[in-house]
Structures are given as structure tokens and as C-alpha cells.
């Protein structure tokens, strides 16, 4: 700021107003560029405010873009994954719905393959029997003739039959009462060794030798059959497909009042085909009864579909009873009532030795027999089973599995209430007496993980049953099974140990005390 020049300075006379007026001016100065330097920092301090806002607007700008660009990425990643989710549903709906239809052409490819079948049958043994017109008319006089006698015959038998159900039913009730009274001292105490033991083992041994034999019978009668097949083309055609229905049935058997009269109906219907459509050839019922019996003829295609009954019957604890051991109990149920029925019975003996058959092969510690578990005879001795004929032996676990499901189906089949019915009891509950007291007098150093396992099998779910047939006889048996039994075992056995927890179940659940 240019400095004016005092109007006193020429003055003469005002020396002191000159200095005055140049100080007020100087003050003047110092305030004016005071404020021009406030002014300037205000000025710079708005600038670096204005320019740190537009800063922060700028970064909030950037993370508001970015968080609408995440947002917007989730977004699509959500629609992706649902529209993924949604076409692999509709895949999935599309694979089952292509299937059904599979299945369905399939059902009904094999429905047409079997009527041409039935029909092509039809039309050959129409012609055979228009090619054997004459000989069947020469046969005629011969064929009544022996009708009557077997009309007669069958009679005598029916009335023998009759006669041998009412003593036998007395017998079963006359046992399973002496059963009741039994003492449990029978049960062989650990240690003990006697004549009689040993005699039982022998007897045992006898027994089981003899079902193999029945077993290995069969065998031979698939053979004999095939062999007929070849030489018969209406037994030809229906062999297979009777065999498969039963096999069907029986794996359609579930748990459940009044849901198995489907699968029920088609056995009997089977059977009842297998009697009346093809009575010959026939085969010596002796070789598939275990006791002795006066030898009589049965219809060998009848044996052959009741074996396959009974194989379908044991496949079905092994698979199902397993995981789930009331499961046995419908299975049973049905079996029983199968070899039960009059019309199944060959001059009234029932063909039940054929199912005890297969027991016999694939679990035969339910009969007292025993072995070292850790050689390859103790195990075949065990039942147990290999991967493959002559292969590597199964795992442990899948052997425990096997065992579970064969203990709850013998039980199944053994333990049924027949007071109330027709029909006489093939197969009375005094068995599944003998089966646990076979398992219990096997010696101390002789008990394995699978007796424990089996044992368990057995007792679990059908206690209620054992009590109703023999009291306080079957208490004490149990208090011998689930308490004193597992100290026989090795020390750390794990199936003892689930086996002594089956009596703390049996408290809490049916407060039965042991």
C-alpha cells in the first residue's frame, strides 16, 4: 500500500501532526494486512475443508458402488444356484419320470412275453394232447380206476391225518407243559463236563448232520427239476416265473395288521398251482423229513417251490430282520402258516424240516453246535459265511448283521401261539427253548461273539411271548442268559456287555425284573 505523503510535511509550524499522521497510517497498514492474512487463511483453510468433503464424498461414492456392485454379484450368484437348484430338480423329475415309463414298458413287455408265453403253451400242449387223444382214451378205464383207489386212500389217510393232528396236538400241549416245569439246573454250569454232555453233543451232532443231508437233497432235486424242465415246456415256462413270484412275495412282506394278504394269497395261489397243474413227477418225501416216516411220494415241483420258499423266507431275516428284527416277526408269521396248512401237508406231515434245513446250514450255533471261531472249520461250524465259494470270509460286521437277523426269525417261527387255531403247529415253541439252551450249555471256553450275538437275537423283542409259554421256568432261563451267561465270556467281549444291558432294557421298558 503506496504511503501518502502528509499534508503537514510542508508545514513548517506542525511537525508533531506529520508524525501523527504517519503513525495513524502505519496502524492503518499493520490492521489492513492483518485482515488480508486472515482473510487468505480462511480462504486456504475452506479450500483444504472443501477439498478433504469432496475427498470423503468421493470415498464414500466409491465403497457405496462397490457395496451395490457385491450386492449386485451375490444377487446373481443367488439367482445362479437357484436356477441350477431348479434345472436339477427338473432333471431329477425328468430321470424318475423316464424311468416309470421304463418300468412301465418293461412291465408290460414281460406282461406280453408272458401271455405268448402261456398261450404258446397252450397251443403245444394242445397238440400234445390232440397227439395222445388215442392213448389217453386207452388209458381211460385205468386212470378211474385209480382215482377210486386213491380217493379211498386219500380218506384213510385224512382220517389218519386227523386222528395223528388231534394226538400230536395233545403231545405239543402235554410238552409245552412239562416245559413249564422245567428246572433250570438243565442248563450246564460252567466247568462241567458229563456223560450226559457229551451224550447231547453226539445226539446234536446226529441231528445236524442229518438236516445237511436234507439240505444237500435239495440241491439234487434243483437238478432232477431242471433236468424234468427240459423235457416238460409247460413246466418249462412256468417254473421260472412261479418261483420268482414266490421270491416276490415274500420280499413284499412288511410289518402291520392286515397289510400282507396281497403277497399271503399269491404263495398260497403258487403252491396250490404247483399241486393241482403238476403232480408229476414225484420224489420220496422220507429223503426231506428229518425223523423217520413211512415212505410215501410227493410231488417233486411242490418240494422244489417250498425249498424256494423257505430260501426266500431266510434271505428275508438276513437282509431285513438285521437292521430292523421286528421285521422277523411278519416273516415268521407267514411261514409258519404256510407249512401249517392242511392242503401243504403230504399225508399230514408238514414240510417245516425243509426251512429248519436252511438253518441248519447257515446258523447252526442254534442247535449247540460250537467251534474255536478263529480257525477256518470253528467258523464254517459258526455259520459263517464267505464272499464267494471258496473266497475270503465275510467281515465281522456283516457276520454280526447275518446273526441278529437269523436269531429274531427263528424266534418269529418258533415262538407262535397256535391255542387258537385249526391248524396244528408245525414247529411248537419248545424249539426255541432247545436253541437257547443249547447256546447256554456250551462250554466256558467253547463261547464265541456269535453265541452272545445270537443269544441276544433271540431273547430281544420276544420275551413277552417266552414268558406266556413257559413262566417262571422262561424268567429264570433269562436271568441265566442276560445276567450269569455273559461272565462266561472272554474278558472285554463286546457282545457281552450289549447282551447284559438286554436285562436293564427288559426292567425299564417291561419292568420285568430279573
Not at 394242445?126 to 392213448?135: Q, S, V
Request: charged fraction near 35%.
Amino acid at each position: 500500500m503506496a504511503v501518502t505523503e502528509s499534508p503537514w510535511k510542508v508545514a513548517r509550524d506542525s511537525p508533531s501532526r506529520q508524525l501523527l499522521w504517519e503513525l495513524s497510517r502505519l496502524a492503518i497498514t499493520a490492521q489492513e494486512d492483518l485482515y488480508d492474512r486472515l482473510e487468505k487463511d480462511s480462504k486456504e483453510r475452506e479450500a483444504a475443508h472443501k477439498s478433504a468433503l469432496a475427498e470423503a464424498i468421493a470415498k464414500h461414492e466409491k465403497v457405496r458402488k462397490d457395496a451395490e456392485a457385491e450386492r449386485d454379484r451375490l444377487e446373481k450368484q443367488i439367482q445362479k444356484e437357484r436356477e441350477r437348484r431348479e434345472a436339477e430338480a427338473r432333471q431329477e423329475e425328468e430321470r424318475q419320470r423316464q424311468a416309470t415309463i421304463e418300468r412301465e414298458k418293461a412291465e408290460k413287455r414281460r406282461a406280453a412275453e408272458r401271455a405268448e408265453a402261456a398261450a404258446r403253451a397252450e397251443r403245444v400242449a394242445t397238440e400234445e394232447r390232440n397227439a395222445e387223444l388215442a392213448r389217453q382214451k386207452a388209458e381211460k378205464d385205468r386212470r378211474n380206476a385209480e382215482a377210486a383207489q386213491a380217493k379211498k386212500t386219500q380218506q384213510e389217510a385224512e382220517a389218519k391225518r386227523k386222528a395223528d393232528d388231534a394226538r400230536k396236538k395233545k403231545e405239543e400241549e402235554d410238552a409245552a407243559s412239562q416245559k413249564t416245569q422245567l428246572d433250570i439246573s438243565t442248563i450246564q454250569q460252567p466247568g462241567a463236563s458229563t456223560f450226559q454232555g457229551k451224550t447231547q453233543d453226539s445226539q446234536r451232532e446226529a441231528e445236524h448232520q442229518r438236516y445237511r443231508e436234507i439240505h444237500k437233497s435239495l440241491k439234487e432235486l434243483r437238478k432232477f427239476m431242471a433236468q424234468q424242465a427240459k423235457q416238460n415246456t409247460q413246466l418249462k415256462s412256468r417254473m421260472g416265473d412261479m418261483r420268482r413270484d414266490i421270491k416276490k412275495s415274500v420280499g413284499q412282506i412288511i410289518e402291520g395288521r392286515g397289510k400282507n394278504a396281497k403277497p399271503q394269497r399269491c404263495i398260497i395261489d403258487t403252491l396250490r398251482e404247483a399241486i393241482t397243474s403238476f403232480p408229476q413227477p414225484t420224489v420220496s418225501l422220507a429223503t426231506f423229513v428229518a425223523h423217520p416216516i413211512q415212505d410215501t411220494q410227493a410231488p417233486a415241483f411242490f418240494i422244489f417251490l417250498i425249498n424256494h420258499f423257505a430260501k426266500a423266507v431266510v434271505a428275508q431275516f438276513i437282509d431285513e430282520a438285521a437292521v430292523f428284527s421286528k421285521v422277523a416277526d411278519p416273516v415268521g408269521t407267514i411261514a409258519i402258516s404256510m407249512l401249517a396248512r392242511d392242503e401243504f401237508r403230504i399225508n399230514g406231515i408238514s414240510l417245516i424240516d425243509i426251512l429248519i434245513a436252511k438253518f441248519h446250514v447257515v446258523c447252526p450255533p442254534l442247535f449247540g453246535i460250537y467251534g474255536p471261531e478263529g480257525t477256518d472249520e470253528g467258523r464254517a461250524r459258526l455259520g459263517w459265511w464267505r464272499e464267494a465259494p471258496g473266497g475270503p470270509w465275510i467281515n465281522e460286521q456283516s457276520h454280526q448283521d447275518r446273526m441278529t437277523g437269523l436269531g429274531a426269525g427263528y424266534a418269529a417261527l418258533s415262538l407262535r401261539n397256535f391255542e387258537n387255531s385249526k391248524m396244528s403247529n408245525p414247529y411248537p415253541p419248545y424249539h426255541f427253548w432247545r436253541a437257547v439252551s443249547a447256546i447256554l450249555n456250551v462250554p466256558a471256553g467253547q463261547v464265541t461273539e456269535t453265541h452272545l450275538i445270537l443269544l441276544r437275537a433271540l431273547l430281544m423283542n420276544s420275551e413277552p411271548r417266552f414268558l406266556e409259554f413257559f413262566g417262571d421256568s422262561a424268567k429264570k432261563l433269562l436271568q441265566v442268559a442276560v445276567v450269569e451267561y455273559p461272565e462266561r465270556a472272554e474278558k472285554g467281549s463286546v457282545a457281552a456287555k450289549v447282551l447284559s444291558t438286554l436285562g436293564d432294557a427288559m426292567k425299564r421298558d417291561k419292568k420285568l425284573y430279573l
